[in-house]
């Protein structure tokens, strides 16, 4: 069970927006960045978020994040066939002095 | 462009040592903005941190792992290393090398390599 929580699945229909949580507490969410990562089917993850809600050169903007207390979020707009993928968020956690990640969410594009 | 590509033995027997190496090409290890790391996921699973060195030898794991692990750098190779002695079943996974940018207080890995799975077999 992963520290930081993710819904397992989503969905959409192209076009639409969706969202994605990450739930934590007040040692990771709460006192650190949120990161995101894009895993497409049978590849390596991808660097989506970075510190909350920074993206990466070459990364659309129909990606964003967001943070509010010990919650992060991941949004995608004008959902394209090509979002399907798995999602991960991540984030330090002070308590346990390590990287933690979420448990990742399969987003599946209707 | 920066990129990493692990190699190693993808089958290892059970109560063996595994070795899984990084060779980095496009850039430097040395650089001091940077930190080299694994992670690694089991055949339909999440991510799991296993630990970051810095090109001085400064290492960093994940304190949930028992310690097993072993990660070394070496800079004339441009490559750093990932050692699992005592390997079980559980130890069966994709790994992967990546880079960190900044500290790991934001774990902001990238790139990554394409992965290796590594099993475990009895």
């Known amino acids: 069970q992963s520290v930081l929580t993710q819904p397992p699945s989503a969905s959409g229909t192209p076009g639409q927006r969706v969202a994605i949580s990450c739930s934590g507490s007040s040692s990771n969410i709460g006192s650190n960045n949120v990161y995101w990562y894009q895993q497409l089917p049978g590849t390596a993850p991808k660097l989506l978020i970075y510190r909350n809600n920074q993206r990466p050169s070459g990364v ?29 968020c991540a984030a330090w956690d002070d308590s346990l002095s390590g990287v933690i990640f979420g448990g990742g969410t399969k987003l599946t594009v209707l | 462009q920066l990129q990493l590509q692990e190699s190693g033995p ?80 559980a130890d069966t996974a994709v790994y992967y090398c990546v880079r960190l940018l900044g500290a790991l207080q934001g774990p902001r890995f990238d790139p990554w390599g394409q992965g290796t799975l590594v099993t475990v077999s009895s």
């Open chain 1, 60 to 88: 659309p903007d129909r990606f964003s994040g967001s943070k509010s207390g010990t919650s992060a979020s991941l949004a995608i707009s004008g959902l394209r066939s090509e979002d399907e993928a798995d999602y991960y």
């Open chain 2, 10 to 89: 993808g089958l290892v027997k059970s109560s063996e040592t595994l070795s899984l190496t990084c060779s980095v090409s496009g850039g430097s290890i040395t650089s001091s903005s940077y930190s080299w790391g694994w992670i690694r996921q089991p055949p339909g699973k999440g991510l799991q941190w296993i630990g970051n060195i810095y090109y001085s030898g400064s290492t960093y794991y994940n304190p949930s792992l028992k310690s097993q692990f072993t990660i070394s750098v070496d800079t004339s190779k441009n490559h750093f290393s990932l050692k699992l002695s005592s390997v079980t079943a």
